[in-house]
């Protein structure tokens, strides 16, 4: 519904069971104002924070979302400014007695005839863009191949119009680490799937330096991606140069051309809507994160499910609390078992870096109304919509299946997207209440502002205002299916995102929990 008067107090509460509301108001709510339900604000209020809809007693219970998202260490009086420092917060779910695939939902009725403009690949998989990507072996090359990848656009890539850009893979990984420790299995994996990321067209051209500890045959071991070629075809190694600099960036560009006019012959074709891989994420949230961007993110992904695709949530540290709310959507008890193995594995590893989940939480979630990891990980989940959870993949691994899956990454904005790009995103949604001009050069980023105030005041970054959702000019379904049709017209390349207009790219980078030597 049309909400008349946009200056009168509000505040949104998503639970019956809630005792806390989230005040809507851009400039938030003076001290003495009245809400419509006559309950008054004991003190100003800022936007996005919480006023407390009743008295809590010191050790009662702070609801939001219909969980316990902390315990008041004080009284908290009705009409109050609900903060951190009013909560304890509470222990995680205990993970040895989790319900398992007890709650899964019922196949929805299938969504037919969705289709978009994609580019086949050999391996079967689809991608959204055109795009030559150059794998790199270690650290040390990536200044010179930067330096090539400039020159390509400029001087090569003009003349294969079909070619959406050239890009380097470059990563901090390859040398001075323990490239045999059990741990550094993840950091390599990922390279190896990210050199076979459906934008990337099945090309394969790998830039080292000769003398790394990871070496081009752990990326490109005589599969399909080199099948055919001589290794002088799809890998050239700095140290071999016999004419310094100038003889690099020559070798260099004659490889890329080579691959650029394989790619340059390539066209869209229609693909059905199954082909879509995409990958959710948030970053800069706050309080509207879980009320209006995520959760239009989850009714879309429910839309991307029925219609065969594969959707991707992910950020282990922001499901964390949520567990006991999503293994009994797992499809099976041995998906349910999965996700409880990657929640126990990252427990074990926070706390070899002495350091626990409450970590996560950062002071622009806190400015944003977010007390604690908790309220930002009940947010968060929200993405994940009502489907049942097919499938977890393991950080670096590819994505096998379809449907709603769990991508096991720590919520990092940056190693999430790498290990996203790693299972096989060719698209990216990205939600953000502070706003953040994150970016990826393999995948169209679309950006999600969770209010108005934030699109409107960066109108050429964000691509979708979900605010529109608290204002009552969107419900969640209207606003799920305007990103659903989004997601094919980007992918299709009929619109293209500002991030990918202003080229705003961000770097990619890797997990590695293993030691660096």
Request: proline residues 6%.
């Amino acid at each position: 519904m049309l909400i008349e008067h946009q200056d009168s107090p509000r505040y949104i509460r998503l639970h019956a069971d809630d005792n806390v509301g989230v005040v809507v108001n851009d400039q938030g709510v003076a001290a003495g104002s009245r809400f419509a339900d006559g309950l008054a604000a004991i003190e100003h209020i800022p936007q996005s924070h919480k006023v407390a809809l009743t008295d809590i007693a010191a050790g009662g219970e702070v609801v939001r979302y219909g969980q316990v998202i902390g315990y008041a260490l004080q009284p908290i009086s009705r009409g109050s400014w609900v903060t951190e420092a009013h909560l304890r917060m509470p222990e995680p779910p205990a993970l040895d007695n989790l319900p398992r695939a007890t709650q899964v939902a019922a196949p929805a009725e299938p969504l037919e005839g969705y289709t978009f403009e994609g580019f086949r690949n050999p391996d079967g998989s689809v991608g959204t863009r055109n795009l030559l990507g150059v794998s790199t072996t270690v650290q040390c090359v990536a200044g010179v191949l930067e330096h090539c990848v400039e020159r390509a656009r400029k001087e090569l890539l003009p003349k294969y119009p079909n070619v959406d850009d050239v890009i380097a893979l470059t990563h901090s990984y390859g040398c001075g680490v323990a490239i045999n420790a059990p741990d550094a299995v993840i950091p390599i994996r990922t390279l190896f799937n990210l050199a076979r990321n459906p934008n990337l067209g099945g090309q394969a051209l790998v830039i080292g330096l000769g003398c790394e500890k990871l070496q081009p045959v752990q990326l490109m071991p005589g599969d399909e991606l080199t099948s055919g070629m001589s290794e002088q075809q799809w890998l050239y190694r700095l140290q071999e140069s016999g004419n310094g600099f100038a003889g690099m960036v020559d070798q260099i560009l004659g490889l890329i051309e080579g691959r650029l006019k394989v790619l340059d012959a390539r066209r869209r074709e229609t693909c059905p809507a199954s082909e879509l891989v995409v990958g959710m994420q948030c970053g800069g949230s706050d309080a509207f994160s879980g009320i209006t961007a995520n959760p239009a993110l989850g009714v879309a992904a429910d839309l991307l499910v029925r219609a065969g695709a594969t959707v991707m949530f992910s950020e282990n540290t922001e499901v964390r609390d949520g567990i006991h709310l999503l293994t009994p959507r797992a499809a099976t008890p041995e998906v349910a078992d999965a996700l409880i193995r990657e929640m126990d594995w990252y427990d074990r590893y926070l706390e070899r870096g002495m350091a626990d989940r409450s970590a996560n939480t950062t002071p622009g979630n806190k400015k944003g109304g977010l007390n604690n990891i908790v309220e930002k990980a009940m947010g968060s989940i929200a993405k994940s919509g009502s489907s049942p959870i097919a499938g977890v993949v393991a950080p670096g691994e590819k994505v096998k299946g379809k449907g709603l899956q769990f991508c096991a990454t720590p919520a990092s904005d940056f190693i999430c997207g790498t290990l996203q790009l790693a299972a096989g995103m060719n698209l990216h949604i990205f939600t953000t209440g502070r706003g953040t001009p994150y970016g990826l050069a393999m995948v169209p980023v679309i950006k999600v502002a969770t209010r108005t105030e934030l699109a409107e005041r960066w109108p050429d970054l964000i691509d979708v205002d979900a605010g529109q959702v608290t204002s009552g000019r969107l419900s969640l379904e209207e606003l799920g299916w305007e990103i659903f049709q989004l997601y094919l017209d980007v992918a299709s390349g009929r619109k293209h995102t500002w991030a990918e207009r202003h080229r705003l790219h961000n770097d990619l980078v890797l997990f590695n929990p293993a030691p660096v030597t």
